[in-house]
């Protein structure tokens, strides 16, 4: 009940917010190309606003080559409303320093509009390799792990994303698989032919959640996950040779990662990575004696210049950083949410070498 009352919450303000969106922008296109302000102006705003709520509900119910279909071009229709909310507040700029005729303004806007809006779907249907190397001490041999997280298999990423995906990090031939949370998109069922490429991968694999797969309801999950090779861990540690592996479950409560370490039993002097989906809490890992935390949730803004409003909320927004010699690598993120779209970011595969650190000596 609690899960469907937070979605209920999260819809309407989406649908409020993407409402005001879409009537600013109609209504400053309106103004450009000198379309009447009338009753269907508004029917059409109406229409516009309720488009991607309507297809995830569809989605989610049908779950059909239709609904998905539908579903793609409603998320695609978000990104190009932000695009057009740009190119309109820039247009509206320039005009305090030079007169610009409305009908030729709005032709580049739009132009400008398609242009950008296609560049960014089809770069966000490329999947980037990432190479790390990541020093760790008390590590005996070389480990190669491949990380991938906010994938967001849905209506948008589904099984042949998904076999794509699983091909691109057996290739890298690493010894471990690392999935950072939000495997699921929440938006979607779970196909059989979702399991079924979720079983190719060549080695072990462990994965903690993400505020996704929570969206998508963890006894779907959990059911889900049973039928594949993949380890879910729940604020639980695992060994791979000399390595520690702990995964803390997916919690937006402050102070959550701390008080989790402090009921898991591992040994603060062996090499030990953490997965966990926030790039919070940085300081409580090093405390515990984690020498990597690996997280994903940001997209790195997916998609500019969301970047430097999601750094407001998580310093840690991209890339790898470090405190006290505990580091942290935020990926980028493996999928999309939302818009199916990637502009100033990437689809990222992150290929992680933890190498054995070397002691210095005096």
């Not at 303000?13 to 009753?39: D, E, H, I, K, T």
């Not at 959640?209 to 993949?230: C, P, W």
């Not at 580091?327 to 290929?351: A, D, F, I």
Request: aromatic residues 14%; hydrophobic residues 45%.
């Amino acid at each position: 009940m609690k899960r469907i009352l937070q979605l209920i919450i999260f819809v309407s303000v989406f649908f409020l917010g993407f409402l005001a969106l879409n009537y600013v922008v109609f209504l400053a296109l309106g103004n450009l190309f000198a379309f009447p302000r009338n009753g269907y102006f508004y029917l059409v705003v109406l229409f516009a606003a309720l488009f991607y709520p309507v297809a995830a509900l569809l989605e989610r119910t049908l779950s059909n080559g239709f609904s998905r279909g539908f579903y793609f071009l409603s998320a695609s229709w978000v990104g190009i409303a932000f695009f057009l909310l740009w190119g309109l507040i820039i247009y509206y700029t320039l005009t305090l320093f030079v007169k610009l005729p409305n009908y030729a303004a709005g032709i580049i806007i739009v132009s400008v509009t398609i242009i950008v809006s296609g560049y960014s779907i089809l770069k966000a249907t490329h999947l980037e390799i990432k190479d790390i190397e990541v020093p760790i001490k008390g590590l005996k041999e070389k480990i190669n792990i491949v990380q991938i997280t906010d994938i967001h298999i849905g209506p948008v990423r589904g099984h042949k994303f998904l076999q794509k995906l699983v091909e691109t990090c057996n290739q890298q031939n690493p010894d471990l698989v690392f999935i950072t949370g939000d495997l699921f998109d929440g938006s979607s069922q779970i196909h059989d032919q979702i399991i079924y490429n979720l079983n190719k991968f060549n080695v072990p694999v462990f994965m903690v959640t993400g505020n996704h797969d929570y969206f998508q309801g963890m006894d779907e999950v959990s059911h889900a996950l049973k039928r594949t090779q993949i380890k879910l861990l729940r604020n639980q540690k695992n060994q791979f040779n000399d390595l520690q592996i702990i995964g803390v479950g997916y919690s937006f409560q402050r102070g959550h990662l701390e008080r989790s370490l402090r009921n898991i039993d591992f040994e603060m002097d062996k090499p030990t990575v953490l997965l966990y989906h926030l790039p919070r809490e940085l300081e409580a890992a090093q405390k515990a004696g984690v020498d990597l935390q690996l997280s994903g949730h940001t997209h790195n803004g997916q998609i500019f210049p969301f970047k430097y409003l999601v750094k407001l909320q998580f310093p840690y927004v991209g890339g790898l950083y470090q405190y006290k010699g505990t580091k942290l690598y935020v990926s980028q993120g493996t999928g999309t949410w939302g818009p199916p779209m990637r502009l100033g970011s990437r689809c990222e595969v992150t290929n992680l070498s933890l190498n054995p650190k070397r002691v210095e000596q005096n």
